[in-house]
Nanobody, 128 residues
Framework: QVQLTESGGGSVQAGGSLRLSCAAS??????MGWFRQAPGKEREGVAV???????????DYADSVKDRFAISRDSAKNTLYLQMNSLKPEDTAMYYC????????????????????WGQGTQVTVSS
């Protein structure tokens, strides 16, 4: 059974930092991503990582989070991370991790429909 479990969300003030984690079990994917969904808005891709081999990865980010967020993964623990710095009120959303397609081109597109496994989400709230 595939299971993705996010943790690390919370409430912070603008300018603060949070680190999200996503523990995966029952499945290993070359492509893993983070999405977020704010109330009344579509779910959007935030960051993605694609394993080239055991120690090298491609990564890509939405323009809105570039230079502030960093995605990483620990293959030994089968865990995905999202380090979020310089948080802004507009980063407030439910954050989801997801497993995506096994091709970099499809992976980096960060299309919700291409990601087959999802976690339940962790809430991030940034106050001004």
């Amino acid at each position: 059974q595939v299971q993705l479990t996010e943790s690390g969300g919370g409430s912070v003030q603008a300018g603060g930092s949070l680190r999200l984690s996503c523990a995966a079990s029952g499945y290993r994917s070359t492509c893993m991503g983070w999405f977020r969904q704010a109330p009344g808005k579509e779910r959007e891709g935030v960051a993605v990582t694609y394993a080239i081999n055991r120690s090298a990865y491609y990564t890509d980010y939405a323009d809105s989070v570039k230079d502030r967020f960093a995605i990483s993964r620990d293959s030994a623990k089968n865990t995905l991370y999202l380090q979020m710095n310089s948080l802004k009120p507009e980063d407030t959303a439910m954050y989801y991790c997801a497993a995506g397609p096994n091709q970099w081109i499809g992976c980096r597109n960060l299309k919700r429909a291409d990601f087959g496994y999802w976690g339940q989400g962790t809430q991030v709230t940034v106050s001004s």
